[in-house]
């Protein structure tokens, strides 16, 4: 079945340096998506991308839909201690459209002030 | 403001006990999901649903099953519950033909 290969696992990094991490599929995907998960909170959505080859920043985030669109990227700048957390990629179910995602298993990162 | 809840945010029960999980969103959105976050923080879906189609993850013990009152809501009942049942339960939602699902705060069932 369809599978997300998220990397690294966790990371650890001082404050203020730049963070990369990356989710490769099995499968075509139509949509990448990235979430933030906080400590007993729910998945927020950082980015949603649309197209291959599409570069997409939020503040100091910035995601990239993979050419073979079988990637993505999300690449954070200058951390600082509040990004810490597991980051997910997700994608739809079976190439399909709707919120049924498959996600990765998460990059959990560790900022040291 | 709080766009997709669930209720309560801990549940603690016995084995066998049979519970239920509330969960009401507020964005206007016409289908809803279950995820579950077992304790590697691994998320999956359960189920999704909207006013005509109900889609099943084939992995999910028909022990589960999700009743919708109306389009905003989407409760979670678990029958006869498990020690393995145990983990975060997700509730998300999103318009119909969009890929962005915005999630709920979880509850963390715990049974003993």
């Known amino acids: 079945g369809q599978q997300l290969n998220q990397s690294p696992q966790s990371m650890f990094i001082q404050e203020g340096e730049d963070v990369s991490m990356n989710c490769t599929s099995s499968?075509?995907?139509?949509?990448w998506l990235w979430y933030k998960q906080d400590p007993g909170e729910g998945p927020v959505l950082l980015i949603a991308?649309?197209?291959?080859?599409e570069l997409t920043s939020n503040g100091r985030l910035t995601a990239q839909f993979g050419i073979t669109r079988k990637d993505s990227f999300l690449n954070i700048s200058a951390s600082i201690p509040s990004d810490v957390g597991i980051y997910f990629c997700?994608?739809?179910?079976?190439?399909?459209?709707?919120?049924?995602?498959?996600f990765g298993k998460g990059t959990k990162l560790s900022v040291k002030p | 403001d709080t766009a997709v809840s669930q209720t309560p945010k801990y549940l603690v029960t016995q084995m066998g006990n049979d519970k239920s999980i509330k969960c009401e969103q507020n964005?206007?959105?016409?289908?809803m999901y279950w995820y579950k976050q077992d304790s590697k923080k691994f998320l999956k879906i359960m189920f999704s649903?909207?006013?005509?189609?109900?889609?099943i993850n084939e992995t999910v013990p028909n022990r589960f099953s999700p009743k919708s009152p109306d389009k905003a809501h989407l409760n979670l009942h678990i029958n006869s519950l498990e020690l393995g049942d145990s983990a975060v339960y997700f509730c998300?939602?999103?318009?119909?033909?969009?890929?962005?699902?915005?999630f709920g705060q979880g509850t963390r069932l715990t049974v003993v």
């Open positions: 998300a939602s999103s318009l119909r033909g969009t890929t962005e699902a915005f």
């Open positions: 499968s075509i995907f139509n949509t």
């Open positions: 991308l649309y197209k291959a080859g």
């Open positions: 997700a994608g739809p179910f079976d190439g399909g459209s709707q919120g049924n995602l498959i």
């Open positions: 964005l206007g959105h016409d289908t």
């Open positions: 649903y909207n006013n005509k189609e109900l889609i």
